[in-house]
């Protein structure tokens, strides 16, 4: 890289200001658990902490994060290689299908699945429907993985004689490690996080633990205690996948052309038993979900739709949505520029904040938030502008990794001109930065907008009173088991969630040149 400009150097100077006060209230919660240690005390902490309670959510936990994950692990990877590497029939079809879960929101699968079996419950349930709800984050990167990858090696095995099945074993899954622990992160970290999938299950986690002792005590050290022990499990999660993923290279070095990946041909009869596993997924992912609301919808009829509260959540979901994308990637902006324009050990170690605040669970934000501001900015307590921040810490990873291939792809020798030209360094970043970074900035700010706009658990603490969104507004009528009316509001959820299940489906098609 070539050496900073002083002009550059000072644009640098005042946004790696900017990155670090964001990146400081990004430690916000991390913060809020080791203060709350530290004024309960270890007397506190070891009555709160080493309980039965504990230990029987810790267990539930554990047990659920144990058998989720191979079991998303088997039917993303097994579902990755009919789709890509076998002339499996329709595989394209089957592709976009493997990817629309993602579509419907974790708890929108969970009240299908309890509408239609009301006794289903516990670490069983639980199990089932994450799998259902999840395993495309495990089937995304797999495939994306298995389109890129070198046949060269393959096709030396097969010259020594190794069958399919070994082919795939010794050569193709080693290659395949690390989007397996990628994508059994993201899938861990939101079984940690999820709220109303379990609680809808009748399924203790830490989650529903922490929400039910917050609306019980209110703030209480219980609540807190718990918040830290979730804290520290995400921590560890994320601490066990970065020493385990290893410091293997699996990227092709020297010349070479683009070659097209062998396909392995099944037979007809392998070739029918192989359309069983996405033609099962797909009817439990996607069929049972559409048909109970299409169920709820027909029950209701017309008047389903007439509810007062649906539109004023619709627009209520739409405003908080853009105002949480605007916000997060104005502050996105700081670090995106540092890291391409001017990147470095204080600018990573800026950005790690972000991402680590962005792992933990809504939950632990939203307490962390509420702690804060009772106690030194009571004037935003349960305000738009709280909520707001939570979104912030929550999704600016999303708008930073976008903005930050935009603003990759933008000369930076435009911006020296236009200094050059008597602009001011941020009047560069603006006029000609922001505007040719406009593309990847638009695709950060609607991941946030999706993901604001299916966030439950934040919302429902921290939003002021008759704020009610979509997914507020969902939760509060499946509480009180009133699905017919629900059903209009999850269906709006999915139509919202269409696009960024398409965007994902297209980037990782796009990658790989498909």
Known sequence: MAAATPSTAGAARGLTVAAAAVAALALLPLFFVVGVSIDSGWPTIRELVLRPRVGELLLNTGLLVALTLPLCIALGVGLAWLTERTDLPCRRGWSALATAPLAVPAFVHSYAWVSLLPALHGLAAGVMVSVLAYFPFLYLPVAATLRRLDPALEDVAASLGMTARTRFFRVVLPQLRLAIWGGALLVGLHLLAEYGLYAMIRFDTFTTAIYDQFQSTFNGPAANMLAGVLALCCLALLLLEATTRGHARYARVGSGSIRQ??????????????????????????????????????????????????????????????????????????????????????????????????????????????????????????????????YLLMFMPRAMLSLRTGIAQSPAELEDVARSLGRTPGQALRQITLRLAAPGAAAGAALVFLGVANELTATLLLAPSGTRTLATAFWALTSEIDYVSAAPYALLLIVLSMPLTWLLYHQSRRTAGR
């Open 261 to 390: 990946q062998r396909q392995l041909r099944l037979g007809r009869a392998a070739r029918y038993a192989a359309l069983l596993l996405p033609l099962t997924t797909t009817l439990l992912a996607l069929g049972v979900p559409l048909l109970t609301l299409a169920r709820w919808l027909l029950a209701g009829g017309s008047d389903a739709w007439r509810s007062s509260g649906l539109l004023p959540a619709l627009v209520q979901t739409l405003e908080l949505a853009a105002a949480g994308a605007l916000v997060a990637l104005v502050a996105a902006v700081p670090m995106a520029w540092l890291s391409i324009r001017a990147p470095g050990r204080l600018q990573r170690m800026l950005e790690a904040c972000n991402y680590v605040a962005s792992s933990l669970p809504g939950i632990v934000v939203a307490l962390a938030l509420v702690t804060f501001t009772i106690h030194y900015t009571r004037a935003i307590y349960q305000t738009t502008l709280t909520v707001l921040l939570a």
